[in-house]
Nanobody, 124 residues
Framework: QVQPVESGGGLVQAGGSLRLSCAAS????????MGWFRQAAGKEREFVAA????????SYADSVKGRFTISRDNAKNTVYLRMNSLKPEDTAVYYC????WGLGSDLSDNYDYWGQGTQVTVSS
């Protein structure tokens, strides 16, 4: 079992960058795939990026491909989301989630543990 805790959100101007971190407690962190999802006000939660347990495989939503990078450091039980060239439409609460099957997925139902989220606001 892992408990993700997100950090690094904030207010940034369009075109700027942020790096989100997700620290997950638990000895088995390295066996979990990890994903980032986001939910804007009044909208459904959507997939952003995922990374396999080893870090060898990543996937991205089309809307962030080329701008966001997901990575992980299993020694630190942490997964990161580097966000560049931010746009106002990236404004949302960003959630980190852990997938016990270790494969990574764009389906939120496949994730077993979720963090509380961190707010990202991009001003125009």
């Amino acid at each position: 079992q892992v408990q993700p805790v997100e950090s690094g959100g904030g207010l940034v101007q369009a075109g700027g960058s942020l790096r989100l971190s997700c620290a997950a407690s638990g000895r088995t962190f390295s066996s979990y795939a990890m994903g980032w999802f986001r939910q804007a006000a009044g909208k459904e939660r959507e997939f952003v990026a995922a990374i396999s347990w080893s870090g060898s495989s990543t996937s991205y939503a089309d809307s962030v491909k080329g701008r966001f990078t997901i990575s992980r450091d299993n020694a630190k039980n942490t997964v990161y989301l580097r966000m560049n060239s931010l746009k106002p439409e990236d404004t949302a609460v960003y959630y980190c989630a852990a997938d016990a099957w270790g494969l990574g997925s764009d389906l939120s139902d496949n994730y077993d543990y979720w963090g509380q989220g961190t707010q990202v606001t991009v001003s125009s």
